[in-house]
C-alpha cells in the first residue's frame, strides 16, 4: 500500500528556516517523480517543486514564488523526500503536502498524497 | 489569483447532476489536454479524481467523468450524493517551467 507521511511542520519566526520530511511506503521515492504543493489557509492549492526520478536525472524545478528559497531532495537510503524551506515569509504560511506524480500519464496527476504539514510563519 | 478560473461554489440536490467549469487560456487547458481534477474533504488531503481531461483511476465512482472543450475543461458528477460534498479543484500540467497550475476551487453543496 502506498503511503505518504510528511512532518517538521511548526511555527516559526520570518526569516527562519525549516525542513519538511516526507517518508514513503510501498513504492520508491528515487525511481518516481515527487512534488510539494502547498494550500494556505482557506485557499487553494498552490504547486510548489518537483524533482525527478533518478533515471530521469533527478532535476528539480520551483514555482516562482519559492525559487531560490526552498530547495526539494530525496535520501534514497531512507525512501524520504525533504523540503528545505529557508528565509521563510509570512505568505508561506501553509499546509505543506508530499505528492508521488504519475509521470506515465499525459497529465502528470498528483496519483497519491500525505496528510499534509502546518508550517506558520509568525513572530 | 490563481491561473484557472473556476466558479466558487455549485450546490445541487441528491440523485441530480451538477456540472463544475475550469477556465484557462491556450497556454495551459487549451493547449496540452492535460487537465486533472481533484476533490477534498474538510481537513483532508485531496484525491485523484480525473487526470487525462476524462480518464478515472481505480476505485472512482463512474458518477465522475470529464470533458473538454477549448480552453474550458468541466466535471460532471451525477447522481449526486451526500459524500460528494467537497471542495473540487482543477489542474493543468503546462510545461517543464512552469509545470502545474491550479484552479481556486470550487465548493460543491449537496442541498
Known amino acids: 500500500e502506498v503511503q505518504l507521511v510528511e512532518s517538521g511542520g511548526g511555527l516559526i519566526q520570518p526569516g527562519g528556516s525549516l525542513r519538511l520530511s516526507c517518508a514513503a511506503s510501498?513504492?520508491?521515492?528515487?525511481?518516481?517523480?515527487m512534488s510539494w504543493v502547498r494550500q494556505a489557509p482557506g485557499k487553494g492549492l498552490e504547486w510548489v517543486s518537483v524533482?525527478?526520478?533518478?533515471?530521469?536525472?533527478?532535476?528539480?524545478y520551483y514555482a516562482d514564488s519559492v525559487k531560490g528559497r526552498f530547495t526539494i531532495s530525496r535520501d534514497n537510503s531512507k525512501n524520504t523526500l525533504y523540503l528545505q524551506m529557508n528565509s521563510l515569509r509570512a505568505e508561506d504560511t501553509a499546509v505543506y503536502y508530499c505528492?508521488?506524480?504519475?509521470?506515465?500519464?499525459?497529465?502528470?496527476?498528483?496519483?497519491?498524497w500525505g496528510q499534509g504539514t502546518l508550517v506558520t510563519v509568525s513572530s | 489569483q490563481s491561473a484557472l478560473t473556476q466558479p466558487a461554489s455549485v450546490s445541487g440536490s441528491p440523485g441530480q447532476s451538477i456540472t463544475i467549469s475550469c477556465t484557462g487560456t491556450?497556454?495551459?487547458?487549451?493547449?496540452?489536454?492535460?487537465v486533472s481534477w481533484y476533490q477534498q474533504h474538510p481537513g483532508k488531503a485531496p484525491k485523484l479524481m480525473i487526470y487525462?481531461?476524462?480518464n478515472r483511476p481505480s476505485g472512482v465512482s463512474n458518477r465522475f467523468s470529464g470533458s473538454q472543450s477549448g480552453n474550458t475543461a468541466s466535471l460532471t458528477i451525477s447522481g449526486l450524493q451526500a459524500e460528494d460534498e467537497a471542495d473540487y479543484y482543477c489542474?493543468?500540467?503546462?510545461?517543464?517551467?512552469?509545470?502545474?497550475?491550479f484552479g481556486g476551487g470550487t465548493k460543491l453543496t449537496v442541498l
Open positions: 491556450s497556454s495551459d487547458v487549451g493547449g496540452y489536454n492535460y
Open positions: 505528492a508521488r506524480i504519475q509521470w506515465l500519464v499525459a497529465s502528470r496527476p498528483f496519483d497519491y
Open positions: 524533482i525527478y526520478s533518478g533515471y530521469s536525472g533527478g532535476s528539480t
Open positions: 487525462d481531461v476524462s
Open positions: 489542474s493543468s500540467y503546462t510545461n517543464i517551467i512552469t509545470h502545474w497550475v
Open positions: 510501498g513504492f520508491t521515492v528515487s525511481s518516481n517523480y
